[in-house]
């Protein structure tokens, strides 16, 4: 028994001899990843466990869409909110029955309009309906789709005025992600490419850049894809909301930045050494994804507090013609409106919080569209407004109280409109 304790002990003391060599290389790895700016990002496996990875199928024109006639029942969200879509792939809800005699008013944007964290009865557009319309006199059509830049909200617009005749009025829920996304070709994982815009600043316009050599044929899912995750380029997560309130960002991202930046990576590596991309993944050191990671980094990591990265991101902005490309695009969508008689608005996706990037309403007014200001009703905690998620997170889209106090406060200037047609 002395002896097999000894042996014990022996073994024990080897056990840690070895372990200690590696813990402190790992800690080293870990450190130098760290400082050359990779976040230990979660990998989110393109299945089923998302909506996006759902309801996206490649479009030629907008670069992917909802799926038509979708049914997907979020369970990661506490009560289980309960998604779908209609035959054309906008979201069903109330208000929404596409009565060609029926006037109509369009919302269009991205997630923030979308609104996969609630039930199709609880969605802005839904909200808005109950609060306009209980009669059924204007039908409210929501046509966001998550990821949308500015460029697709635009081409969605193109598709709406086309398929409809009784349109009344379009609002654009602008996000602030938009920002970059407007510039960035790349969303999701495994990539989902996007239409985007380059600035010449030389003749003051914008040049729309189109989608070339999808993942998937046109028309057809993502889902093939099944174990396709992105190599993610270095720098935040960008497609996390970057919000000023300490434990509302925490809790957001406790879940997703728990794991190891160096173990993440070599992660992807061997992935990809494996052929479990399936030819979906992009090689993050191409000039393309260096400069739009670049772009993200620029712009979106701004803490509003430092003023040298304030500095850091105005720099970034008038490089890249941010501000002048957002403008253009907003006048573009304008005066399509205004050439079929159609009142055309823009609010900005909040919670209540001052922006970081943009002050949207100088950019939307220099573009000569109205402007809704929704901050002044969203006077409770940020988190009020949010998604609680199962896992206990939040999520820092809309939920139910989100998306009534926005329809609240954007509904009497439609009311208003409506009154006057």
């Known amino acids: 028994m002395h002896k097999q304790g000894m042996k014990f002990v022996y073994l024990l003391k080897r056990g840690i001899f070895l372990i200690i060599p590696f813990g402190l290389v790992f800690l080293i790895l870990e450190g130098l990843f760290r400082l050359a700016g990779y976040a230990p990002l979660k990998i989110y496996q393109y299945t089923k466990d998302t909506p996006s990875a759902y309801f996206f199928i490649s479009d030629q024109r907008l670069g992917f869409k909802n799926r038509p006639n979708g049914s997907y029942v979020h369970h990661a969200v506490k009560g289980s909110p309960h998604i779908t879509t209609d035959q054309f792939g906008y979201r069903n809800g109330i208000g929404w029955e596409n009565k060609p005699d029926v006037p109509m008013i369009v919302f269009i944007g991205d997630s923030t309009t979308f609104c996969p964290q609630v039930s199709d009865d609880n969605t802005i557009t839904s909200e808005v309906a109950k609060l ?27 598709q709406c005025l086309q398929q409809f005749s009784n349109i009344k009025i379009v609002v654009y829920t602008y996000c602030e992600n938009d920002y970059a996304h407007n510039i960035n070709p790349l969303y999701y994982f495994p990539p989902i490419k996007s239409p985007f815009v380059e600035w010449n600043p030389t003749h003051t316009a914008i040049h729309e850049i189109e989608v070339s050599s999808p993942v998937v044929p046109w028309g057809e899912t993502f889902f093939v894809y099944k174990n396709g995750v992105g190599l993610i380029p270095k720098g935040e997560g960008w497609y996390l909301f970057h919000i000023p309130k300490p434990s509302l960002r925490r809790n957001i991202t406790n879940s997703i930045r728990s794991k190891s930046a160096f173990l993440h990576q070599v992660g992807l590596r061997l992935k990809m050494l494996s052929n479990s991309y399936n030819a979906a993944s992009l090689n993050s050191d191409t000039p393309q994804i260096k400069h739009a990671a670049a772009s ?34 907003l006048s573009q969508m304008n005066e399509l409106c205004r050439a079929k008689r159609i009142t055309f608005l823009t609010t900005e996706f909040t919670r209540g919080e001052p922006s970081l990037v943009t002050d949207f309403s100088k950019i939307a007014n220099r573009a000569g569209v109205h402007f809704i200001d929704i901050r002044p009703y969203f006077t409770d905690n940020p988190l009020s407004y949010a998604v609680r998620m199962n896992n206990g997170t939040y999520d820092g889209h809309y939920g139910q109280q989100g998306t009534k106090t926005f329809a609240r406060a954007i509904s009497p200037t439609l009311r208003e409109l409506l009154l006057n047609e």
Do not use: C, H
């Not at 966001?144 to 697709?152: D, R």
């Not at 970034?316 to 957002?326: I, Q």
């Open 296 to 329: 993200y980094r620029g712009i979106q990591s701004v803490d509003a507090s430092n003023p040298q990265q304030v500095s850091e991101q105005n720099r970034w902005a008038k490089e890249l013609g941010t501000d002048e490309m957002l403008s253009l695009l």
């Open 132 to 158: 306009l319309s209980p009669d059924g006199k204007f039908q409210v059509l929501n046509a966001g789709v998550m990821a949308y830049n500015t460029v697709q909200a635009k081409r969605m617009l193109e």
